[in-house]
């Protein structure tokens, strides 16, 4: 049954309380698995972000900051323990406005309630350090809260993302002015609300729904102290532009073009089976996602077949139903990787399987591609350097370690490498090889990665998310001598 548009509160959160935007302005929320609306939005704008960031500085002002660190942990941990109260909540709401099969956006719940969990434990352990100096002289370091953190929130995992770095920049004392994606963040507007619920004060966390618009007058704000961006490498661009306006440090996560590298001594069940996850964890929409498949030329027949028949059972359908994978967030977002593919069939893929818009009676409406695999990809075509962001795998064959090292390292990426080998020497070798940000040997995902530093090299962007390491994205350095001699 579709959810009616009056079901889902639209509206932004400022100040600890829901809002309109002030001009009174909003956009449709589309339900990319049948192309229909389902909530009106508000539309912010720079007054809007104005007010945000003013609520923001007050609760500085007002000690949020200087609070003990034990408290900043109780009220993380709580907020952690509402996510995971609320966790069906969530997850239908992130189903709904992004598309992804349920159990996949109760993970990313899951994964939402971790993160705060994880810097709840590290909250009050922001430690300086002490460096000797001789007699009569005592220096020590602080780590001190930047100010507010700006946070660009994509559309892929709009409650994941969030919080993996809304958590860390609470967890230092800073306070957040949030803005989610026009094509999916709904669940980053609950989550403010739940962290007031939680014990936060108003105006710690804000989230101000919007376009491009509303990102640019928020990266451009005078008194952002800091801003964290996922997303494309021109709008990454944009942002550092924009804050170098003010002299404000920037995290960027651009996304990735991550190969996959299969040698013929690999267990290519398993490698196959990763392989097909990747195809339905959110549509391939992951910045993760290992979908530049390079394959020892011994091993390409064997391989292609096992994937082709794992591909081949996918079972399409709406996010809300559970399925093995939903559609594309959006039409733009469909057109672009048919264009991809068709770009590819004219510089000699092949697909194998899949390649066109899905369709069929309960797919009628939806942004739905038949999960694709195409082979015969050759290195430096633009199927095989650019970012697809959809269901599509690519084949390349290597005839040796070295050239699959050089293929593998042959796009302006460098933000996470899949190694299959039983070969331990073979794989250390690739994996300090790499230009990659992370490295995952025979096996691409891991309970507990929450504590892994996550970020990229060259245009995948810079800082790392996740584990101890993002701490520093958060905090500054004050030097203190004394001299008392």
């Known amino acids: ?184 963040g709904l669940s980053v507007v609950r989550l403010a609300e739940l962290a007031v619920e939680a014990g936060l004060p108003g105006g710690v966390f804000n989230v101000v729904t919007g376009g491009r618009e509303t990102g640019a007058a928020l990266t451009a704000h005078s008194d952002i102290n800091h801003i964290t961006f996922t997303g494309s490498v021109p709008t990454g661009i944009t942002i550092m532009k924009a804050a170098a306006d003010h002299v404000v440090p920037v995290t960027l996560e651009l996304g990735g073009k991550s190969p996959n590298l299969v040698f013929a001594d690999a267990d290519l069940e398993r490698a196959a089976a990763s392989s097909a996850s990747t195809l339905m964890q959110n549509a391939a929409q992951t910045c993760t996602a290992p979908t530049r498949l390079l394959i020892d030329v011994s091993a390409r027949d064997r391989f292609v077949e096992l994937l082709a028949k794992r591909i081949r059972a996918i079972r399409l359908g709406r996010g809300l139903e559970d399925p093995d994978m939903g559609p594309v967030v959006s039409e733009r977002q469909m057109q672009r990787v048919l264009d991809f593919i068709d770009a590819g069939a004219r510089d000699g893929a092949r697909a194998v399987t899949g390649g066109a818009r ?104 810079f800082g790392r998310e996740q584990g101890v390491e993002a701490l520093a994205n958060y905090t500054q350095i004050k030097n203190v001598m004394i001299n008392f001699g």
């Open 358 to 461: 899905a369709t069929g009676r309960d797919l009628a409406g939806g942004y739905f591609i038949e999960p694709t695999l195409l082979d015969d990809v050759v290195p430096g075509t633009r199927l095989e350097q650019e970012e697809i962001f959809g269901p599509v795998l690519t084949v390349t064959t290597f005839n040796s370690t070295e050239e699959a090292i050089a293929i593998a390292n042959g796009t302006p990426y460098g933000l996470v490498t899949g190694i299959w080998t039983r070969d331990l020497a073979r794989a250390l070798a690739v994996a300090t090889a790499v230009k990659s940000g992370q490295v995952r040997i025979n096996g691409y995902s891991a309970e507990g990665s929450i504590g892994l530093p996550f970020g990229g090299y060259r245009r995948s962007g």
């Open 1 to 184: 049954m579709d959810v009616q548009t009056a079901a889902v509160d639209g509206r932004m959160f400022i100040d600890g309380t829901r809002t309109w935007a002030a001009s009174g302005s909003t956009f449709e929320a589309i339900d990319p698995s049948i192309g229909r609306p389902f909530a009106a939005v508000a539309l912010g704008d720079a007054g809007d972000v104005d007010a945000a960031v003013r609520a923001s500085r007050q609760a500085i002002d007002g000690g949020w900051s200087g609070l003990p660190p034990v408290r900043r942990v109780r009220i993380l941990n709580r907020l952690a323990a509402l996510i995971r109260e609320r966790a069906t909540e969530l997850a239908e709401l992130e189903s709904l406005d992004v598309g992804k099969p349920l159990r996949q956006a109760r993970d990313d719940v899951t994964a939402a309630a971790g993160y705060f969990e994880f810097f709840a434990g590290v909250a009050d352990k922001v430690f300086g350090s002490s460096i000797p100096l001789g007699a009569g002289l005592v220096d020590f370091t602080l780590r001190e809260s930047l100010g507010i953190s700006a946070q660009i929130v994509p559309w892929n995992y709009p409650l994941r993302l969030a919080s993996r770095g809304i958590a860390p920049a609470l967890a230092c004392g800073n306070a957040v002015v949030a803005t989610p994606s026009a094509e999916a």
